[in-house]
């Protein structure tokens, strides 16, 4: 079969691999539909992830073509959504609603043989991991499918930005960032509640556009100190009473902690690279940081009949979309800002 495979800095390439099998009476597989490129794979494409060669891809939806004896959750013909980690579903992790954390889990590519841009992969602890769109396992309407597909991840992750954040009615807040996770933290802000939300470092007409369709208020174009001094401006100088940081920089940390109000929540979800934080501040501010890896099969339940019954689009947040074959250009367009998040149509 064909599937995704890095090979080096700024090396993605379509390879034949092995087809996907069943290992284990726990695994099922899953005919890939529809893939995302996702922000965390853009680190590993400029060489600061895995290690070459590796499969890549974790953003995944389809329909399951086989299961192991003892799967008991799906059957095959389903259509499923596949969360970015798989997990057992029983561990006291899992139980916690922290499947990111399980014991018998991993991360696509890394932990397990097969990933998500591919013609095909094989699940482990299928029963804990894949999750029916609809209850009986039917295949959704096709507009519907962008946005089941952010489930996998990236709107989750937003949503987990505002959920830890306890975002709640009248809330003013800050999201830091213009990629797809930021711009599904804006749209999540707006579903739990928020009476103003602000789009900090966004430089770029198309993305200014896609924020306020998804929920932001005001959008500012600078970054560092300036957009700080904006966000004052905006606020009266009261500031934010939540800050997502939605991006991983050591200045998008440093300038979220500044645009927090005393007693501001500060939740972040984009991945750390070279971030020391600035605990005084923190203290004598009362500011509380929260957030981290989103468990997306947590949230995925709840999130379903919001997508399915229209009151979330977050499938714009995919601006172009690519054939399998294409997906060399898809790393590209996304390494380049042409695009803001590409989907792949595998078949």
């Known amino acids: 079969m064909k599937a995704a495979v890095y090979h080096g800095d700024h090396s993605v390439t379509l390879d034949d691999v092995p087809d996907a099998v069943i290992a284990r009476p726990t695994d099922a597989i899953v005919d890939i539909e529809y893939a995302g490129v996702c922000g965390s794979d853009l680190w590993t494409y400029r060489g600061q992830g895995a290690d070459a060669p590796s499969r890549i891809g ?21 259509w499923v959504v596949v969360p970015f980690r798989y997990s057992d579903g029983e561990c006291d992790y899992c139980r916690r609603g922290l499947e990111t954390s399980c014991i018998n889990g991993g991360f696509w590519g890394r932990e397990s043989i097969d990933a998500g841009q591919g013609e095909a992969a094989c699940v482990p602890q299928a029963d804990g991991t894949l999750v029916k769109a609809l209850p009986d396992g039917g295949r959704p309407d096709e507009s519907l499918i962008p946005s089941l597909l952010t489930l996998t991840d990236v709107f989750t992750t937003g ?18 960032g213009d ?56 606020t009266s100088g009261s500031m934010s009473d939540v800050v997502l940081e939605c991006v991983g920089s050591a200045q998008s940390f440093t300038t979220a902690i500044a645009m927090c109000a005393a007693g501001a929540s500060l939740s972040y979800v984009g991945l750390p690279h070279g971030v020391e934080i600035d605990v005084k501040t923190l203290f004598y501010k009362n500011i509380t940081i929260t957030g981290g890896m989103s468990p997306a099969h947590h949230y995925i339940g709840s999130l379903l009949p919001a997508v399915l019954d229209g009151q979330i689009d977050p499938g714009m947040v995919y601006t172009q979309e690519y054939v399998l074959e294409d997906i060399a250009r898809a790393y590209a367009d996304m390494d380049q800002r042409r695009t803001i998040k590409p989907m792949i149509k595998v078949r």
Not at 65 to 71: A, C, D, I, M, T
Not at 193 to 217: M, Q, T, W
């Open 58 to 78: 974790h953003e995944f939806v389809g329909t399951v073509r086989e299961v192991g004896s003892q799967v008991s959750s799906v059957k095959a013909g389903d």
């Open 159 to 176: 949503y987990h930005a505002a959920v830890c954040a306890h975002v709640k009615a009248g809330d003013t807040v800050t999201v830091v």
């Open 179 to 234: 990629g797809a996770v930021g711009l599904c933290a804006i749209m999540a802000a707006k579903l739990l509640g928020a009476g103003r939300v602000i789009n900090a470092g966004s430089s770029h007409e198309d993305r200014h556009r896609l924020a306020r369709l998804f929920g932001a208020d005001e959008v500012i174009e600078a970054r560092g100190q300036e957009a700080v001094e904006m966000v004052g401006t905006l």
